[in-house]
């Protein structure tokens, strides 16, 4: 048991390679390539996690659905967060981490949301995007740097553990009240669970201490 502990918190040689720029760069050329060659009802296909296409093998849709976007506005809402939030993370954690923090919590949080599809029902939904991957990216934010002041649609001034808080507890309120149309708010809170999770089980951090100023 102890054994698998150092495996799982082994540390990677830091390393800063800007990783966070050809995430945004891959984001970008699935959406222009969708929008100027025609093909984007096939990237949808082929790219997002839809679950009755998973049980028919497409399981790599598991981390692709985060790099496919179901508008201009959400693809430039989630690209801004990236690069806002993931660029100092990356910095933080060293490339090889970050990337590999990115992909974990968001595949995680596509699994969770492929079992809650099923279990409601809704086989035929098509999920999109980077936001389960960002909140984590966002939980991880704060966690590196609780005091930080982010200004909230460029005017409202919180503490990034008060925006992280706020995030949440208002993905939870749509999500219990069935409002927000058509946004995957089960999947933005996955990722900052699993966010959360990642962070004791690598890192040995508690992120609760951490967002309220006791460690």
């Not at 100027?36 to 028919?56: A, E, H, K, Y």
């Not at 506005?73 to 990115?102: K, W």
């Not at 990642?198 to 992120?207: D, K, M, Q």
Request: charged share 10%.
């Amino acid at each position: 048991m102890s054994i698998i502990k150092e495996k799982i918190r082994k540390p990677f040689r830091y390393r800063d390679e800007n990783l966070v720029f050809w995430l945004i760069g891959i984001n970008i050329l699935v959406f222009a390539a969708g929008e100027l060659l025609g093909i984007r009802q096939t990237l949808v296909l082929r790219l997002s996690m839809i679950p009755v296409l998973v049980m028919n093998g497409q399981v790599w849709t598991f981390v692709t659905y985060m790099f496919m976007h179901g508008g201009l506005a959400h693809l430039l809402f989630n690209m801004f967060g990236l690069f806002i939030f993931g660029t100092q993370v990356e910095r933080q954690m060293g490339s090889r981490e970050f990337i590999l923090f990115y992909l974990v919590t968001g595949a995680l949080a596509g699994v969770l949301s492929f079992l809650i599809y099923l279990n409601a029902g809704t086989p035929f939904v098509a999920l999109m995007g980077a936001s389960g991957a960002l909140y984590a990216v966002m939980l991880a934010y704060a966690v590196f740097f609780p005091d930080s002041i982010i200004y909230v649609w460029g005017i409202l001034p919180l503490r990034a553990p008060t925006m992280v808080f706020g995030f949440v507890a208002l993905g939870l309120f749509m999500q219990l009240t069935g409002t927000g149309g058509n946004v995957a708010h089960l999947t933005h809170l996955a990722g900052f669970a699993f966010g959360w999770i990642y962070f004791v089980a690598r890192f040995r951090i508690s992120p609760w201490r951490r967002l309220t100023g006791r460690g």
